[in-house]
């Protein structure tokens, strides 16, 4: 059951609940008891304890129902040179997503995964099976304007969680976080920059292949946006409301209701990520339920990892959003998941364990 959100009041999210601890260290132990050297297996052997922990249930069960959301959405700031593509890419690729001709639906084929699409701020009119959330047409000009009314911001963080309500309730296991929306590493940067304490120049990114002039006005657009989020860092909703977008604003509500109903999350690129530094500040805690698929190559990614404490499953020098990072990373969190289920343990092999040979001593 999906928890109760009182729409008129302020915006709240309930105690996220810890992972299973127990199941945690049952599968630290059968890990163990494998055929195999202890550790041999490397960052194999700590997912597959993750998910336990997540899934409270040890050995843990390769996910069945994997799910795909993409967030879509225009920013206004893209009318003003920081990204090598126009607006009318963003209806487009919505389009695309639809028809299954983009990377984000061949990886999630791949890997087991199911797509939704849901339009939060496309500046176009896109069919009813994506916009049935959406907030409005395009978000404001963020280096000089709010992006979102305050009655925005808070329709579109209810839309997140009314939106991963309701894929947890239809049996998803495992949700993953995609993004689109040209312009969106612009205000992805300056939530970075403002909740990691990160100079400008330090997080603008190349985002769609700019060249170095454009590059230059995406640094003084995230400088002066900056400014402006500065004011409101101790609000995350105001933050949103002031530097976001519905897109953004709308992952961010999804990140934290997905930790609340304990699914775990697996993690895409930098403006996931950005969601996700804001969503954490929502929800403390909601960390514990989320998996970096990968590292992007977004100069943003790894400070955003690096202030969730989260290590990445892949790092494949990838950036183009969609969730077509976590993606990637999917087919080795369930690899990892059937190598603690399925390895026969030294007992069942009948082979001697490292225990039993310290115990009885090297064969004659």
Sequence with gaps: ????????????????????????????????????????????????????????????????????????????IAAHGVSAYPSEVTGQMVGNFL?????????AASAGATVRV?????????????????????SGVIDREDALTAAEADAAIRAGRTIADEEVDSGADLLIAGD????????????????????????????TGIDDNAWMRKTAAIRDALRRARKVLNDPVALLRTSAGADIAALTGFLAQAAVRRTPV????????????????????????W??????????????????????????????????????????????VRVLGEMATFAEAGVVSRTETEATGPTP
Excluded: Y
């Design 1 to 76: 059951m999906s928890t109760d959100q009182n729409e008129s009041g302020p915006i709240e999210f309930p105690a996220v609940p810890a992972p299973d601890e127990q199941a945690r260290r049952q599968a630290v132990a059968r890990q163990e008891q494998l055929t195999k050297p202890a550790g041999s297996l490397g960052r194999l052997e700590e997912l597959g304890v993750w998910v336990a922990a997540r899934q409270s249930n040890c050995p843990p069960r390769p996910f069945a129902r994997p799910r795909v959301i993409v967030f879509a959405g225009d920013h206004g």
């Design 99 to 107: 028809s299954g001709g983009a990377a984000v639906n061949v990886l």
């Design 118 to 138: 849901v339009d939060m701020a496309v500046n176009t009119d896109t069919p009813p099976v994506v916009s049935a959330h959406k907030v409005r047409r395009g």
């Design 180 to 207: 689109m929306g040209i312009g969106n590493t612009t205000p992805a940067a300056v939530l970075i920059a403002a909740l990691t304490g990160t100079e400008p120049v330090a997080v603008v990114g190349r985002g």
């Design 266 to 289: 697996l993690l895409d690129g930098v403006v996931v990520g950005a969601a996700a530094l804001v969503a954490e500040e929502l929800a403390p805690g909601a960390r514990q339920w």
């Design 291 to 336: 998996l970096a698929g990968h590292r992007s190559a977004e100069p943003g990614g790894p400070l955003v990892l690096d202030h969730l404490d989260l290590v990445p499953v892949l790092d494949l020098q990838m950036r183009l959003g969609e969730g077509s990072g976590a993606l990637t990373a999917l087919p080795v969190v369930n690899a990892a």
